[in-house]
């Protein structure tokens, strides 16, 4: 397997998945370990319908620690906390458009919430009373069936992805608009696209974000 470490700032540029594929995945690093509440945000653009991962932390503990996954239905986004799921439901993705997303979940009380395109949804409850720990293995692009592994080809994600961040608290919803519009947000402390460390794996690329050229 052709792999390619990086520490980088990715401003103006996104991560390229041109194929289905069960080894092309990007592994993002961090030296984090507890994490008592989540904060993920990202952007993505495919044309695929079908299910896909777009973003999988796994642990040696939970397989699906924290799992943000596109089931085959158009408009349902599953994700998993400490191994618990839900299904967040009535969502829109347009094919070709590029969308936001940021998830937040609290081990305290076991709340979910979904950010679509600026768009908050209800609260959900997946798992409450444990955190996630353990040295994480954080996959863009894949779901992880194993700690590191397992894929599917026929769950991976084909398009681009951009703009990651992961915080380890909850962050506001001021900040998340914030996000959304790309002005002035407080980036993440877990993962930060503008000093990001990654590894690549397979054939995923780096190229211009289209918004940004």
Known sequence: ???????????????????????????????????????????????????????????????????????????????????????????????????SMCATWRSDNGLAQLWVDGVPTIKRFIKSGQPIRGSPSTILGQEQDSYGGGFDADQSFIGMIGKVHMWNY?????????????????????FNWRSLDYVISGQVYVEDDPDSV
Not at 7 to 25: N, T
């Open 170 to 190: 909850v962050i506001p919803d001021s900040e998340i608009k914030r996000y959304v519009k790309d002005r002035y947000f407080t980036p993440g402390n877990v």
């Open 1 to 99: 397997m052709f792999r390619r470490t990086h520490r980088a700032d990715l401003m103006g540029k996104v991560f390229v998945f041109s194929k289905e594929s069960k080894v092309d995945h990007v592994s993002l690093i961090t030296n984090h370990t507890q994490f008592n509440a989540v904060t993920v945000c990202l952007r993505f653009l495919t044309d695929v319908k079908r299910n896909y991962g777009l973003f999988s932390l796994s642990t040696a503990s939970h397989f699906n620690d924290l799992v943000l996954f596109k089931i085959n239905s158009e408009d349902v986004i599953r994700m998993h906390a400490v191994d618990g799921g839900t299904d967040f439901l009535s969502l829109s993705f347009r094919p070709n458009t590029w969308h």
